[in-house]
């Protein structure tokens, strides 16, 4: 024991420095483990708060994989609000054009809302409503940018112990811009199918809408509600089949609207299924939280409330303030203009170096004047990091405390 405690002290030399950033976060333990990297949680003794580090590794390796984390870290620096987890700072590396590696600092939450579902059932209907509307709240002002998340699940949904809730894991997300087809095609789409609207079962609706996230929130609603995921699906046609054991089968104009043939052909050959009462399905729940789930599970993306209308829902009367509710900027075009084209490492990498320099503005702004400093003297702590973090992923698992994340490989920042 006391040979560990010596190796943690020099672990720590190792990795504090006098200057730069270094000693400004002492990091505390390993919290979660994926493919993508690690996360620690730390103290910032700057602002004398917790945090929570995230080392990406070899972002590099995939240019997909370096999208998709220059997508998120833009998307989390746009959307600024309450009920989406902020970044507070990323470290800046030692080299501009060599780095592999990016350490994104975050607030830190105690829990995901999977967690919470699994650990506790004496949730309250109070605790429903309050959940309920931090997400629609959420998912206003992230619709209001033209941002669909399009991966929602418990998991995605980080949680304090205070009921607070923030979305994370913009990874997937995608902005719509008006003068594109948002025709997207989902070869890309790994989300998790539980959650998955009806119109991405097989891909029904080229066009895809912010419909998609209501969806998803209803089958989150209903998880809270039962402790059990809704529609559990083993495959696309276990996942209509579930749909519509509850909803009933579609009516036959709803099923011209599927785009899939073979979804189609499916729904039509499908026996006739009533749809079971949602008070029966949900026993205990209160009713007016029934009236909106239903409508928040319509089968047809049209029939189901923008994130504003359930919000003036019935449900929240006494808890929805307009004025808590804020609507967000919409996202330039510009911002995301790498979307629109092929693009290489080096242009992912460049574009991932100026996001990091939006947490260092006296460098971002000798970058916008052209005079980059000569090769790169500023302090950086990443080399200690590195150690610091080496040696806490080597001893994860023996003695410390969290358990590891299965966390999409390079999404932020689940914890």
């Known amino acids: 024991m006391q040979?560990?405690?010596?190796?943690?002290?020099?672990?720590?030399?190792?990795?504090?420095?006098?200057?730069?950033?270094?000693?400004?976060?002492?990091?505390?333990?390993?919290?979660?483990?994926?493919?993508?990297?690690?996360?620690?949680?730390?103290?910032?003794?700057h602002r004398g708060e917790k945090v929570a580090i995230k080392k990406i590794n070899d972002i590099f390796e995939?240019?997909?994989?370096?999208?998709?984390?220059?997508?998120?870290?833009?998307?989390?620096?746009?959307?600024?609000?309450?009920?989406?987890?902020e970044i507070k700072h990323i470290l800046l590396p030692p080299s501009r054009r060599e780095f592999k590696d990016i350490y994104v600092v975050f607030e830190l939450m105690e829990s995901d809302l999977h967690q919470v579902i699994k650990a506790n059932d004496d949730l309250t209907p109070e605790h429903y409503q309050f959940f309920l509307y931090q997400l629609l709240r959420g998912m206003k002002y992230i619709h209001t940018a033209n941002v669909f998340h399009r991966d929602l699940k418990p998991k995605n949904i980080l949680a304090n112990a205070d009921c607070k809730l923030k979305v994370c894991d913009f990874g997937l997300a995608r902005v719509a811009f008006n003068d594109t087809p948002t025709a997207i095609f989902w070869t890309d789409y790994v989300a998790t199918r539980w959650y998955r609207a009806p119109e991405l079962c097989g891909s029904f609706f080229s066009k895809y809408t912010p419909a998609i996230d209501i969806w998803s929130i209803g089958c989150i609603f209903a998880e809270l509600l039962t402790g059990k995921p809704l529609f559990p699906g083993k495959n696309v046609v276990h996942q209509l089949d579930l749909m519509t054991d509850l909803l009933g089968t579609p009516s036959a104009e709803a099923i011209a609207r599927v785009r899939n043939e073979k979804a189609r052909r499916y729904l039509s050959s499908m026996r006739r299924k009533k749809p079971i009462p949602f008070s029966q399905k949900f026993p205990n729940a209160d009713p007016l939280a029934l009236r909106l789930l239903e409508r928040m599970l319509a089968f047809e993306p049209k029939d189901r409330p923008t994130a504003e209308q359930a919000l003036a829902d019935p449900y929240f009367k006494g808890l929805a303030k307009v004025e808590r509710e804020p609507s967000a900027q919409p996202v330039t075009k510009m911002e995301f203009e790498f979307e629109r084209r092929r693009i290489t490492k080096d242009d992912v990498r460049e574009l991932i170096y100026r996001e990091i320099l939006e947490y260092h503005p006296k460098m971002l702004k000798e970058f916008m004047e052209g005079s980059e400093p000569t090769g790169f003297m500023y302090p950086s702590a990443v080399d200690h990091f590195k150690k610091q973090f080496a040696y806490l992923e080597e001893h994860y698992g023996n003695g410390t405390t969290g358990a590891p994340l299965d966390r999409q490989h390079a999404s932020l920042p689940s914890h």
């Open 62 to 85: 995939h240019v997909s994989d370096a999208t998709r984390i220059l997508r998120e870290i833009k998307l989390l620096r746009l959307l600024r609000h309450p009920d989406i987890v």
């Open 3 to 45: 040979h560990d405690q010596r190796k943690k002290a020099s672990a720590e030399v190792d990795f504090f420095t006098e200057y730069g950033e270094g000693n400004r976060y002492k990091i505390e333990e390993v919290i979660g483990k994926g493919s993508y990297g690690v996360v620690c949680s730390a103290y910032d003794t």
